[in-house]
């Protein structure tokens, strides 16, 4: 099997526990990953955290977000564009719909933070191993944007669902070395 379609697979397996998972199993599971997060050095020093909104069955980190919010964390959420690119934007107003129908902020109205101005990124992802690595939707946006932040933390988020004995991976897929489930906070070896 192609390296491709085991990639496909993998992912097609983690999203379908993560999707079989209940509603109210989701929600606790969030509820523990956000106290998770906010426990974390990591977040509990940061200045500007780039976050995620939550899509279909991800975990929704409302709870760490109004948290952040209300130390005076700036939280910013990414815009997706051509080829790949993301930035990061501190929403002001409402979300709108993006590229992907996912919720951003709106460009025009919203202010850009330059990579090397993060202390922190949440990454979401639809499969992830013990050993840090991550399979995301597939369109390398995460990938490319994380190497434009030299200082932020990566934490890589997700139900213990979406875990799998072994991810595929090419060269240019990024590992983490700080993963965060509902049953606890794990920083793999590199």
Not at 7 to 24: Q, Y
């Amino acid at each position: 099997m192609a390296l491709a379609e085991k990639k496909k697979e993998s992912r097609r397996l983690a999203l379908s526990r993560r999707d079989a998972l209940g509603t109210e199993t989701r929600a606790e599971a969030s509820a523990a990953i956000s106290r998770l997060l906010a426990g974390l050095d990591e977040l509990r020093t940061a200045k500007t955290v780039l976050g995620y909104v939550p899509v279909g069955s991800e975990c929704d980190l409302g709870a760490l977000y109004e948290a952040l919010r209300e130390r005076g964390v700036t939280l910013a959420f990414p815009v997706t564009g051509e080829r790949g690119a993301m930035e990061a934007f501190v929403p002001c107003g409402a979300l709108i719909p993006g590229r992907f129908a996912i919720p951003e902020p709106d460009p025009a109205r919203s202010r850009c933070l330059a990579p090397e101005e993060l202390d922190a990124v949440l990454v979401p992802c639809a499969a992830f191993d013990a050993e840090g690595n991550r399979l995301g939707r597939g369109g390398g946006f995460y990938d490319r944007f994380l190497l434009r932040c030299p200082r932020a933390a990566a934490i890589l988020t997700a139900f213990e669902a979406q875990r799998l004995p072994q991810i595929p991976r090419e060269a240019h897929d990024l590992s983490f070395s700080l993963l965060v489930t509902e049953t606890g906070v794990f920083r793999p070896k590199k």
